[in-house]
């Protein structure tokens, strides 16, 4: 797909910043691309006529290669090349980077550029190839937000996870509570998970952390006592629905996984 001329966008600084456009996106002269989608089959060793299925997991993550080039064709300087490779490798952990073309507006994907080739003409560096390795198997949306208020008992409303992948969602949940309100209750009615957490302070602010399982309070880590029920909240794929108890402003937010596979 033809893509010169965009940019990108990595751990929210833009290529514009350092007057770069995109020039290509993986080897055009591969037939066959790995869309980091194979599956292996979880089974178990066994007598038994039917091996036990415990699921899939997807063999390789997703990696791709950028070529970039200034917007007027010039040159790179070394402290040029430099100070890119600082903004690309300089980070500890994966970040996020969206490619700005239509057809991957929506699209962003969790990564760390791992390679930074030169691209030389006539002894001079004209171009930066990078290649990009994702931590996932997956592709993500654009983070979705959804606020309530919370202002009666068995407050109920509707999540819709769009995801392409069966494998359920964990939402990061903030819920800034009322006066007077110390437990707070979520459920997902469709899937039969409960959170509760009791004892909780006037004006507390309670971020719930479903994927990596821990919760804070007023941005400190709560020690998980006999005050939580040790419930945690996950989307499945489609409709879910959520009922409240406890009055507060509540907010929930994901990313759907996305399968589109390699640039």
Known sequence: MPVYGTSFIYDGISSDRYQLLLAGIGDE???EV???LNVEPLVSESPLPFKLDYGIQYSNPLSFRITVTHKDGSYFSYFQIREIAAWLTGR???CWLQILHPEYDDVYYCCRATEIYKRKQYGKVIGLSILFTCNSSFGFSDEIIKSFQIDKPDYTFILYNDSDEETPIRPLITARMDPAFPTLKIENLTTNDTFQLDHILSGDTITINNQNQFILINDRYK?????FNLGWIHLKRGIN????NGNSTLEF???YLLKGGDL
């Not at 020690?223 to 005050?227: A, V």
């Not at 629905?241 to 409240?244: G, K, L, N, S, Y």
């Open 241 to 244: 629905e959520i009922r409240v």
């Open 29 to 31: 002269t591969d037939d």
């Open 223 to 227: 020690n998980l006592g006999s005050d």
């Open 92 to 94: 500890q952990h994966p």
């Open 34 to 36: 790995d869309m980091g």
């Open 253 to 255: 937010r994901y990313r």
